[in-house]
């Protein structure tokens, strides 16, 4: 891994750099992280407005052939890919030729008897309740027509009553190219290459394992704490709308120009995809149209991670700063989620992500720890301690996922709180009045717990990341 650092040469001009003092700030964490991480290949853009501070690699994008990583090594997506297929849905209904109100059987009438009730923006949304499909339903290692795929998930019942709930589901977004193909009349991939990819000069594409790829890297995964290659998984499953994209960070940089600019897709659309999805009971959830939602430090983040097949990645953006962070990883465990997170807090100390605090924050502390509120959530014994919103968004699994972080960290440490008042930040139905966090270590495990509080100390959401 040292050589693997010492061989990652800067694309940037002196003159640049002079400029911008935070780059060797920005290098030195990223070397240290993927030292830490073992994190063989990584990739960074950041922008500010549309102007390119930093597009660069660090590492190899390949080991056994020993390529450097660069800003044109080519990476997959993940569900960082997501947020373009929304784009195109989103699009469609600008066209007229789907509404986004429109229950999906339209289009997708093997799911008639229990999709009935699922309108489109439930898919794009997540508040389906369709299960999620990559857990067990289908074999990674068999190719399927999206018909098979279709009827697999038409197979299974809802995990809850759409709109009821919110829960991650690759599979809403696999049926979404497929609504798009049979509202097109194209397989989804080539419309994206249409009406995005081509007019903005980006080299995103579908998956290929067959194709020669230009500075394609291989992706990674560590098996008891030592670098393998990724799993292979069927052609078929790499070509579906979660998710299933290759990608650079200069690609990443032409997008965020679009973005900046509102022209493709326009204002409405975007506008549409970056407003917090509304649940049956009226509480908001801060999820879009394949864009995450939650804030950074009490701070607006637009943005989305991805995880596929030994990649990792990251695009967030901050309106309040106009900054924008991408980071591409081939490896499976890594977090460029928290990678983004950093680099914005050295361009904006504001943004400085809680996994990176030396000392704990001034001011008033909960009045249960945070780790003794979770382990209540976790048996179900939360009583008012969870503000009413946020107490009937704990499904079973979401608890059970809590308890199992829970046994795997040994010792936590209090971050602090900071005020949020005046931020108009709303969960779930509730007002946030303060923004606690508490860090947690254990043998493998580094997690950071951001928790939500009403003026009364209610709990309305929380977050958890590893780092």
């Not at 079973?396 to 960290?409: D, W, Y």
Request: charged share 20%; hydrophobic share 40%.
């Amino acid at each position: 891994m040292k050589a693997a650092l010492a061989c990652a040469a800067s694309l940037l001009s002196p003159s640049l750099s002079a400029q911008v003092p935070q780059l060797d700030s920005v290098s030195r964490y990223v070397a240290a992280e993927m030292k830490r991480q073992q994190i063989p290949g990584l990739s960074v853009a950041v922008l500010r407005g549309d102007r390119v501070l930093l597009a660069r690699g660090y590492g190899f994008a390949n080991l056994e052939l020993r390529v450097p990583a660069s800003d044109s090594t080519v990476y997959q997506s993940g569900s960082l890919g997501k947020q373009f297929t929304a784009t195109i849905v989103g699009m469609l209904a600008q066209e007229g030729r789907l509404d986004i109100e429109d229950r999906i059987t339209k289009w997708l009438p093997e799911g008639k008897g229990v999709w009935d009730s699922i309108a489109v923006r439930q898919l794009l949304t997540h508040t389906s309740g369709i299960p999620e499909y990559t857990d067990s339903l289908i074999d990674l290692r068999k190719d399927y027509t999206e018909e098979e795929l279709v009827r697999l998930a038409a197979s299974r019942p809802l995990d809850f009553p759409p709109g009821e709930g919110w829960s991650y589901s690759n599979t809403g977004y696999a049926l979404l190219g497929v609504l798009i193909h049979r509202v097109t009349g194209r397989f989804y991939g080539d419309v994206l290459h249409q009406l995005i990819f081509s007019p903005l000069g980006m080299r995103t594409r579908i998956i290929s394992e067959a194709d020669i790829i230009p500075n394609r890297s291989a992706g990674y995964r560590l098996v008891e704490n030592e670098v393998k290659n990724q799993e292979w998984v069927s052609p078929s499953l790499n070509t579906t709308a979660d998710g299933a994209l290759y990608l650079t960070v200069n690609d990443l940089a032409k997008w965020a120009v679009a973005l900046n600019h509102r022209r493709r897709p326009d204002a409405r659309v975007l506008d549409a995809a970056w407003t917090p999805v509304h649940l049956n009971d009226g509480g908001a959830f801060p999820y879009g149209y394949g864009w995450d939602l939650r804030d950074q430090r009490g701070h607006r983040r637009v943005g989305q991670t991805g995880s596929w097949q030994g990649f990792k990645t990251a695009f967030y953006r901050y309106p309040e700063f106009d900054l924008t962070v991408a980071v591409l990883a081939n490896l499976d465990q890594a977090t460029p989620g928290t990678f983004a997170q950093g680099i914005a807090g050295i361009f904006e100390p504001a943004l400085q992500p809680p996994h990176l605090f030396s000392t704990a924050l001034r001011g008033p502390t909960p009045p249960v720890a945070i780790p003794q509120l979770l382990q209540r959530v976790a048996t179900g014994d939360e009583g008012g301690m969870v503000a009413p919103g946020a107490r009937g968004f704990l499904l079973p699994a979401a608890r059970q996922q809590l308890g199992k972080t829970l046994q795997q960290v040994g010792s936590w440490m209090a971050l602090g709180c900071e005020p949020a008042t005046g931020r108009k930040i709303r969960w779930l139905g509730a007002d946030v009045a303060r923004i606690c966090y508490a860090r947690g270590t254990g043998e493998t495990e580094r997690t950071v717990v951001t928790v939500y509080y009403t003026d009364d100390w209610q709990a309305a959401y929380f977050h958890e990341e590893n780092y």
